[in-house]
């Protein structure tokens, strides 16, 4: 199974931007083949998906609270996603988990091999 490790957070000012990755430490499997979401946890909250792209990478979801400011892409040959945050909020501020399934209709509701999280902070 894909073993994901996320990388890249760390503390912003509003208005910054932030790249973080999700890397697939299973030679074995290739990220290419699943749906990939981003999650965030805020403190005190319950974690919610914010974006997913297919396995083909031929659509992409995203939350209404990210539209416009965050971005997701594949690199294939690193085994890896990217999540491009741009112009971030103090309310971006949390935990973000990536996650992968096998099936694209499971991002964001239920998705069955997930990274440990990076956390993300945003001052205002």
């Known amino acids: 199974q894909p073993q994901l490790v996320e990388s890249g957070g760390g503390l912003v000012r509003a208005g910054g931007s932030l790249r973080l990755s999700c890397d697939n430490g299973n030679s074995e499997f290739s990220l290419d083949d699943y749906a990939i979401g981003w999650f965030r946890q805020a403190p005190g909250k319950e974690r919610e998906g914010i974006i997913c792209i297919s396995s083909s990478s031929g659509s992409i979801w995203y939350d209404d609270s990210v539209k416009g400011r965050f971005t997701i892409s594949r690199d294939n040959a690193k085994n890896t996603v990217w999540l491009q945050m741009n112009s971030l909020k103090p309310e971006d501020t949390g935990l973000y988990y990536c996650?992968?399934?096998?099936?694209?209709?499971?991002?964001?509701?239920?998705?069955?091999?997930w990274g440990k999280g990076t956390l993300v902070t945003v001052a205002g």
């Open positions: 996650a992968a399934d096998f099936f694209d209709s499971h991002c964001p509701g239920g998705m069955d091999y």
